[in-house]
């Protein structure tokens, strides 16, 4: 299947250097347990973006469970986070994708020693990463070099 | 249908627009549709109609700029449930995977033109939809992923060996993502490796710097974790069909 589409023509021109790529994204919605859903956007200063759409990835929520050492572990929250990864061809065109950070479900054990052995819990956290979802290759963003 | 996605397009962008859903090779065993979601995205849309699932399917948006004639980009966008697995399930039959297509728009890009395609797909019983190039696209990052996962055991059972530090261990990690991406010769390798030791630098970040100080795993106890995880991903790789292992570099597209 292939599908071809087309955007409204208007051009200029744009100086030199100031086309560098740069993650111009926007949070779409904080979820619990630190889930984030973001428009993963790449801008340059003179105005060329590259909305990749919607995206989203996991965080955590932990802790709220007695230790090994009876102690209690107050609940906290771990945000999913990304990382805008752009590479200069050197031709005008640049390679970019996104790393995004975050959690999978924390997992959960019980104790090997410890004054709460026999009740107390031990948490693991999963942190996990989404790279192998999109890749832009030679994407011109206009400069003159 | 075909009227139907020519019309969304036109209200999209208020210029002619052609859609070849009628030069497209229809297999049977998926059907394909776009539409237009309310924020502007076309949506690609891939429904599996066969009994085997879908694990692995590439997407292909090429851009072609008036601005720079000559020139063309693309968007590449992966599915795979083998290399994400901690974020992707098999597509089984009926159900939908929905691609998002960029937008792109702005004075030095102005004009561009996509044409998006499923170039590639692979079903659990090893059979495949779409350009054998780029079927082995996707197999050679499966292979990459594998290779990649049992290399970094290597690296993760030697820092435990030697007891390396949080730091020297992440270097390491680093340094094998860069090594994996130059020697890429497609993005599939590049992105599929480069997720492992990512994976591996990421998480050794995280237990050094985020939540609870009691339920942050030690360097060991982070490094069994890894190679107990890593060690399942691989299995999962190598009983999948085509095996990862068999794959061999032929017929490698430029892009």
Not at chain 2, 118 to 140: C, E, H, K, T
Not at chain 2, 195 to 217: F, H, M, N, R
Request: glycine share 8%.
């Amino acid at each position: 299947m292939l599908v071809y589409f087309a955007s409204e023509a208007r051009i200029s021109s744009v100086s030199a250097g100031k086309c560098d790529p740069r993650d111009a994204s926007s949070v779409i919605a904080r979820f619990d347990c630190g889930r984030f859903e973001w428009e993963l956007v790449v801008a340059d200063e003179a105005g060329d973006t590259y909305d990749e759409g919607a995206y989203n990835q996991s965080g955590m929520c932990g802790g709220g469970y007695t230790d090994c050492s009876c102690d209690l572990v107050d609940a906290y929250t771990l945000d999913a986070s990304k990382d805008f990864v752009p590479t200069d061809n050197g031709d005008g065109t640049w390679n970019w994708y996104w790393d995004l950070y975050g959690y999978n479900q924390a997992t959960y054990g019980g104790c090997t020693s410890g004054t709460c052995e026999g009740t107390g819990e031990t948490e693991t956290q999963n942190p996990t990463v989404a790279m192998y979802q999109g890749f832009d290759q030679n994407e011109y963003i206009g400069c003159t070099y | 249908m075909k009227c139907k996605v020519q019309f969304l397009l036109l209200l999209l962008f208020g210029v002619a627009v052609h859609s070849a859903l009628a030069q497209s090779s229809q297999d049977p065993r998926m059907k394909m549709t776009t539409e237009t979601a309310p924020d502007g995205h076309v949506l690609f849309k891939v429904e599996n109609l066969s009994a085997q699932p879908i694990t692995a399917m590439v997407l292909q948006v090429t851009h072609s700029y008036p601005t720079n004639p000559g020139h063309s980009g693309q968007s590449l966008r992966y599915f795979d449930s083998l290399i994400n697995s901690d974020t992707e399930r098999d597509l089984l039959r009926y159900q939908t995977h929905t691609f998002t297509l960029p937008k792109i728009s702005g004075p030095n890009v102005a004009g561009v033109r996509s044409d998006a395609a499923l170039r590639a797909a692979i079903f659990a019983d090893g059979s495949s939809y779409g350009d054998p190039q780029w079927v082995n696209r996707l197999m050679l990052g499966r292979k990459a992923a594998s290779q990649s996962l049992e290399e970094a055991v290597k690296i993760l059972q030697a820092a435990k060996a030697s007891g390396a530090s949080r730091d020297v261990l992440t270097k390491q990690a680093e340094d094998a993502k860069s090594v994996k991406a130059k020697a890429a010769r497609v993005p599939e390798e590049k992105m599929a490796a480069g997720q492992v030791y990512e994976t591996i630098a990421w998480s050794l970040k995280s237990d050094a710097t985020a939540g609870s100080p009691s339920t942050s795993l030690s360097v060991t106890a982070r490094i069994d974790e890894l190679i107990s995880r890593f060690g399942r991903q691989q299995q999962r790789l190598l009983n999948s069909k085509p095996s990862p292992v068999a794959t061999s570099p032929v017929g490698l597209a430029a892009n």
